[in-house]
């Protein structure tokens, strides 16, 4: 991948080794971007990768609990952010669910792809996508269905096809 990306890392306590052991997998890969944690998520990854001799560039913000998601999030609204994995717990109750929330939504309102597991975190970073100068992520538009608009514009789509 020749693009430099930014991507955000966050784990619940529950996550966590989940989170180290894809970083740790994948870690040749998320060396060549700049990886920002929430704290202690952080703290592991950065704790792994020089246990494997892998310098990488990783920023630390606060703990989840402790405004670090938030701090993720406004990241992301200030377009800051490529990319996010949020490994989310989701068979405990989380004490901060309204950073967790409005992480979540920030990266949904802001097109900015978000992986809540493994499986889809390994798509995103594989993807070829992230090289391709001619592809623009298509902005979203928060508009009311208007259901005639639709079926003339798939009526045309389908003639052309």
Known sequence: MRKTLTIALVAHDHRKADMVEWCYYNSYF????????????????????????????????????????????????????????????????????????????????????????RYSADLMITSTLWDEEDYVPVTPTYQPFDRAKFDETYRKLKKES
């Open 30 to 117: 998320l060396a060549k971007h700049h990886l920002v944690c929430t704290g202690t998520t952080g703290a592991l990854i950065s704790e792994a990768f020089m246990e494997k001799g892998i310098n990488a560039r990783v920023t630390c913000m606060n703990s989840g609990p402790l405004g670090g998601d938030a701090e993720i999030a406004a990241m992301v609204v200030r377009n800051e952010i490529d990319l996010a994995v949020f490994l989310i717990d989701d068979l405990n109750p989380q004490p901060h669910e309204a950073d967790i929330m409005m992480l979540l939504r920030q990266c949904r309102v802001h097109n900015v792809p978000i992986a809540c597991n």
